[in-house]
């Protein structure tokens, strides 16, 4: 409808005023969603939320600092699919603004130092490159030299297509820098959002001392079409979200995101003595 069009007496809605949850169907006053750390006031559905956001909702005052932030995703198989992912991976530093899909950062969660790994899901789906990988790979090598409690936040499709075997080769790669902190006693806590699926479920997402999951949460390795089809058999309902998956004993616990920050400072009381 065109301003001459619109009828007189009408309220023009700012874009970004309003949101609609995509559970409940109920629009919500988006400053309303934030206060909640972007969950749904009527049914709790978990928005995505950046990584920066989550740095500010967990660590102590909001005070962290990022590191091995320099590394740069380059284009080795000089893949191209509908677009070439030199101009993909352009695109997703300018919506994201941030150069891949992972942020390191150290500060203190209840006054404990921590080593803390987020992904951006909206960078390229938070699919795990070779930079990717070698972020997350040197934080557990700066947890192990620097004896600091390792967390990381998992929300990604997995590998990313476009690096081929470059990509598979960092689920070795990072497993085998999580099992030195294993042999040393240093705790790696797990937290897997929506979704988290493929070859991060597949290594490091599952590989932790203690494995949380939001609530209602994507959690898998291949889609259940595909599953469907290899074991020629219906999934039950709710497979592969976060709930069904603890009730197997996949993983730990499923911890709101309001809840997330005074659990971790108990989990980590508990697993380390300084």
């Known amino acids: 409808m065109s301003e001459d069009q619109r009828p007189s007496g009408s309220i023009r809605v700012p874009e970004g005023l309003w949101v609609k949850c995509k559970k409940c169907k109920e629009i919500i006053y988006y400053k309303e969603v934030q206060k909640l750390q972007k969950v749904c006031p009527k049914c709790g559905f978990h928005f995505y939320i950046s990584a920066r956001d989550r740095f500010e909702i967990l660590f102590d005052e909001g005070k962290y600092d990022i590191f091995e932030n320099c590394i740069i995703p380059l284009d080795p198989l000089k893949f191209k699919d509908r677009k070439k992912y030199r101009d993909r991976l352009k695109e997703a530093e300018e919506k994201t603004k941030v150069n891949e899909a992972v ?148 993983i730990d616990m499923v911890v709101p995101r309001n809840k997330m920050r005074e659990t971790l400072i108990k989990l980590l009381k508990l697993l380390w003595t300084p």
Not at 172 to 201: R, W
């Open 103 to 250: 942020l390191n950062a150290e500060g203190k969660i209840g006054g404990i130092p921590v080593i803390l790994c987020c992904m951006e899901y909206e960078f390229i789906g938070g699919s795990m490159g070779s930079v990717v990988g070698e972020k997350i790979t040197r934080a557990a090598e700066k947890a192990l030299k620097e004896r600091k409690p390792l967390i990381i936040i998992s929300a990604s499709g997995g590998a990313r297509m476009q690096e081929g075997i470059f990509s598979l080769m960092q689920m070795a790669k990072i497993s085998s820098a999580i099992a030195k902190l294993k042999e040393t006693d240093i705790p790696y806590i797990s937290i897997l959002t929506d979704p988290t699926t493929g070859g991060v479920t597949a290594s490091y997402a599952m590989q932790g001392d203690i494995n949380i999951a939001e609530p209602g949460a994507l959690i898998g390795f291949a889609g259940p079409r595909v599953i469907e089809q290899t074991i020629k058999q219906k999934l039950p309902e709710g497979f592969q979200t976060a709930e069904f998956l603890q009730e197997h004993g996949m």
